[in-house]
């Protein structure tokens, strides 16, 4: 099947009333959270991750993938009109983005930040589909050794990446494993670390991790604080940017797309990295860097795109390789995984409908967003102005509500809660969540490549220096690991992380 | 002591604890690793970095010792204790006394007694919000909830 066949097949899936539905769903629930601050794309989809046990793959896949990019769009309209970012990638849109709405240009930041969107989910969803399928082919050739290496380079980006100290995020990475690895052994069938609770046999749900560590972490947070919502604009006007701002912004658009679907491939990056570097970049590119920070119309569009396409080029690794490259995706690999789906490089010749069906919808998804964002603002607006101590108490009790109905079990409704302190107190002493639940997820892969490997070997680490793909993937690591080491990269981080700092 | 140390201390004894439990579960050999083979390894490395931390942790970083020991000042930390409190005290219940009354009176607490809301919104909130939680899950996704002693 060529290129076109495949779009068509996508083109039938995508378009069944059923999945045109659930698609907005999505997009509508992702929107919808990506505006309320305080719960995150995972934290949304491990809540509704039980809706999606009664519906078929592609449509469940359709609906989870629509929360996670709909939550990139709707993030940045609280970054622009309150101050806050709704969703950890729209950090950097609050810089100019509520500096345009202090001066009264709300609409058009509004306006550039969704045609961003749109035009970088279309740029991610097109790479994602002229490049997936050879990607596909060549992680054929991927034996354990090389998955093994692929996964160690994606925790060892994430960490170099990480805003705070590295040490910190590389032990988290590994109380990630640790978690991970509790539940019964798939080799021998012992039990690790269950203490006798059969709750546990199966090991701890993604669920009841990634909503404590992120969603009850993050209103414990809140709660401590005096939170004011102050949304400074009553109704939003001209929200499309006037030819003097398209000509601004048209380049960091493009920039952002591309940078973001680059960053978005590699385990371990991701929507908010990509936002952050495309802010920095078009900055130092700027002939006027003073004007970003004080409502600089580039310092929207670019992060905006470069989050967007960033969210659609992460299903590349997933989708080719099994291989989730953040929290997210790891959510979506468990609800394949229910699904009796494995992802991986013969997915998309297994499932073809699944990998096409899912890729289209995501193109309609973004004309949806787009429909969503613009006319239906003043709804977003009217959202807004709900008092949080209204607002978390609900949160809070989905959440308890989402985790108790996926097993029927108190127990995860313990673990969401002790994963809750726990992230809370990590959060409090700096360190981040983000390692410990993408080591979480690849843990069982991981382990399972690193035993492989070595009966393979014999029992000889040296299978994974001489195999040149996974001697590559570590060299990469290994060079990563040893410049986070050097003076002058240590000075420029502890700059990024000062920077990061100020602008939170 | 010190915040970055004390919580040093705490990811070594995590390390430490996954070592020992390792052992109990065997690492096995270097051709046939065992149940414990990654345990022990990722265990390991938890206290190696925890080691690094806290050694870090003397280093003089005025900015990061400042935010450190500030870490519960000008917040009002007490309410997060409340709320965790009353949710471990929701959950010990839930199963007990059912999805109805338990989501109830989590939900009117919060609003009435914790944020002081009014009358009107502590109640018609929480229940218009029980109601299409129930619907939802019940009615349309045929997800048990439970009805506990009262057998609602």
Not at chain 1, 42 to 65: K, R
Not at chain 1, 132 to 141: G, K, N, T, V
Not at chain 2, 92 to 118: H, N, P, Q, R, Y
Request: aromatic share 10%; proline share 5%.
């Amino acid at each position: 099947m060529d290129l076109f066949d495949n779009i068509l097949t996508g083109l039938s899936v995508a378009f069944q009333w059923h999945n045109l539905l659930f698609c907005f769903v999505g997009c509508f629930i992702g929107t919808l959270i990506g505006v309320l601050p305080g719960l995150g794309p995972v934290g949304a989809m491990s809540i509704l991750l039980p809706i999606t046990f009664g519906i078929s793959p592609v449509t469940a896949i359709i609906m989870l993938s629509g929360i996670y990019y709909g939550a990139q769009y709707g993030g940045s309209t609280t970054s622009i009109l309150v101050g806050i970012p709704g969703e950890a990638a729209s950090v950097v849109t609050t810089l100019d983005g509520h500096q345009m709405a202090l001066q009264g240009r709300a609409g058009p930041a509004l306006g550039i930040s969704a045609f961003a969107s749109f035009i970088a989910g279309t740029i991610g969803v097109l790479g994602l589909m002229l490049l997936a399928p050879p990607l596909a082919s060549l992680a054929l050739r991927f034996g354990p050794p090389e998955y093994f290496a692929l996964m160690i380079m994606g925790l060892i980006i994430l960490t170099y990446l990480a805003q705070k100290s590295m040490v910190k995020s590389l032990m988290m990475a590994g109380v990630g494993v640790l978690v991970g690895v509790v539940g019964l052994d798939t080799m021998t069938g012992l039990p690790r670390f269950t203490f006798g609770i059969p709750d546990l046999f199966d090991g701890i749900g993604i669920a009841p991790l990634a909503m404590g560590l992120f969603g009850v972490s993050e209103i414990l947070l809140n709660v401590e604080q005096t939170i004011k919502q102050g949304v400074v604009v009553d109704r939003v006007k001209n929200l499309l940017p006037n030819l003097a701002d398209w000509k601004a912004s048209y380049k960091p658009i493009l920039r952002g797309s591309l940078s973001g679907f680059l960053l978005g491939i590699l385990p371990g990056g991701g929507a908010v990295l990509a936002s952050f570097i495309s802010y920095g970049t078009e900055k130092r590119l700027s002939k006027t860097p003073e004007r970003f920070g004080h409502g600089a119309i580039e310092g929207v569009a670019a992060p905006e795109a470069a989050n967007n396409s960033a969210a659609q080029a992460a299903f590349i690794p997933l989708l080719t390789l099994g291989v989730p490259a953040n929290a997210v995706m790891g959510i979506l690999l468990g609800a394949l995984m229910i699904h009796g789906i494995t992802p991986g490089p013969m997915m998309i010749e297994k499932n073809p409908e699944l990998f096409w069906g899912t890729v289209t919808s995501m193109y309609l998804g973004n004309i949806m967003l787009l429909v969503l964002n613009l006319p239906l603002i003043g709804l977003w607006v009217k959202l807004l102005r709900v008092q949080y101590a209204v607002l978390f108490p609900l949160i809070l009790f989905i959440a308890l509500i989402g985790a108790y109905v996926i097993n029927s079990s108190e127990v995860d409704l313990y673990l969401m809660l002790l994963f809750g302190v726990i992230g809370y107190l990590m959060r409090k002493f700096e360190y981040e969540p983000a390692p410990l639940v993408l080591a979480f997820v690849l843990s069982p892969i991981l382990e399972d490549s690193l035993r492989q490997s070595l009966i393979i070997s014999g029992g000889s680490m040296s299978i994974f220096v001489t195999r040149p793909i996974a001697a590559g993937f570590l060299f990469l690591a290994a060079v990563l690991l040893v410049s986070a080491v050097l003076p002058s990269v240590r000075q420029k981080r502890s700059k990024l992380v000062a920077q990061a700092d100020e602008n939170n | 002591m010190n915040a970055e140390r004390l919580a040093s201390l705490f990811w070594f004894v995590l390390g430490a604890a996954a070592v020992y439990g390792s052992l109990d579960l065997g690492l096995g050999q270097m051709g046939q690793p065992g149940s414990g083979f990654l345990t022990f390894v990722a265990g390991c490395f938890v206290a190696l970095m925890a080691v690094i931390v806290f050694v870090q942790s003397y280093r003089v970083d005025a900015a990061a010792q400042r935010r450190l020991s500030e870490l519960w000042k000008g917040v009002k930390w007490q309410r997060a204790i409340l709320i965790t409190i009353l949710i471990a005290i929701f959950i010990a219940v839930f199963e007990t006394l059912g999805f109805f009354i338990c989501s109830f009176a989590l939900l009117f607490i919060i609003m009435k007694w914790l944020e002081g809301l009014d009358w009107k919104i502590s109640v018609l909130v929480p229940a218009f919000t029980i109601a299409g939680t129930y619907l939802l899950f019940k009615t349309v996704l045929k997800i048990s909830l439970p009805a506990g002693i009262f057998g609602f």
